[in-house]
Every structure is written in C-alpha cells, then in structure tokens.
C-alpha cells in the first residue's frame, strides 16, 4: 500500500504530466513517460482489483497497451468468459462508488466505445459495445483513484 504523501505526490506530477503532454515529463528525480505510466497504472489495476466481488471468478486479467488500449477480462469456473477493451482516447470521465474498503470503478467513454464481448456462455455469445466499463475495487483510497485518473488521462493525450 502507498502511503498517503507519496500518492499526493504522485497525483500532483501525474497532473503536471497532464497538462504538459510530452514524451516525458522530469520533475526532479522523478521522471514519467508512457511505460511508467502503463506500469503503475496496470499494477493500480492488479493490486486493487476486488475478485471476491463476483462470486466463481476463476481468473482475471488487466492490460494498458502502449497503444492505448484498456483491456480486461474475467474467466468464471464455468469456463465463461467475459472481454471488456476500448482505445483511451475515447476516455471521458470515471466515477468510483463506494468506500476505501471496497468499490465499483466506473469508467465512461464519449460513446459507445467499449467492446464487450462474452465466450463460452450457455446462455449464447454476445458482442456489443457501451459507454461504460465497471471494474469492482478494494483498498482505494481518495488519492489512488485521483492518480489513477490523471494516469488514464495522460495515457488517453500520450502519443
């Protein structure tokens, strides 16, 4: 868990990195480009990601492409499988809901924008899209969230 200064922080130069977008952007020793921000943005995904939140979740996966792309999928014990991607330029707004324990992130695209796609369902496959993806969280406090969404918006104006 990170302390509540070092996210601050975090959350200031990843506002700076906003607003300056460039390759890179150096504040001191601390230096973010695309891949750092990819980094700490799918490690954000992995660490807080709440698997209890669904009941028979065998597996899940998180991806922030350097192409920029959010992917996410779930695998149930039942072999089904549920695919969530969109490009973050499509990126609008997020909205989390819920508390520091436990949450629903709420990610919002201009339109419908989000590939959902399910596999293996008995109940029969189905492509769409929307203009939101839900991922369930835990252990988000106020400043994690507002550094994940500087981090989403920078990699939605990085090139």
């Known amino acids: 868990?990170?302390?509540?200064?070092?996210?601050?922080?975090?959350?200031?130069?990843?506002?700076?990195?906003?607003?300056?977008?460039?390759?890179g952007f150096t504040y001191g020793s601390y230096h973010l480009d695309k891949m750092s921000a990819i980094e700490w943005g799918s490690r954000c995904f992995y660490q807080n990601f709440d698997h209890l939140a669904e009941a028979k979740l065998k597996g899940w996966d998180f991806k922030l492409t350097d192409d920029s792309f959010l992917r996410f999928?779930?695998?149930?014990?039942?072999?089904?499988?549920?695919?969530?991607?969109?490009?973050?330029?499509?990126?609008?707004?997020?909205?989390?809901?819920?508390?520091?324990?436990?949450?629903?992130?709420?990610?919002?695209?201009?339109?419908?924008?989000?590939?959902?796609?399910?596999?293996?369902?008995?109940k029969g496959n189905v492509d769409s899209m929307s203009t939101t993806m839900r991922i369930p969280l835990r252990d988000m406090s106020a400043e994690r969230v507002d550094s994940l969404f500087n981090t989403l918006l920078y990699l939605k104006n990085a090139r």
Do not use: C, W
């Open 1 to 23: 868990m990170i302390t509540s200064g070092f996210a601050r922080l975090k959350s200031l130069l990843l506002g700076g990195a906003v607003l300056s977008v460039a390759s």
């Open 73 to 122: 999928r779930k695998t149930y014990a039942t072999g089904k499988q549920e695919y969530y991607s969109f490009n973050l330029r499509s990126f609008k707004d997020m909205d989390y809901l819920g508390n520091v324990s436990r949450g629903m992130l709420r990610i919002r695209t201009k339109a419908d924008d989000v590939i959902v796609q399910t596999f293996n369902d008995p």
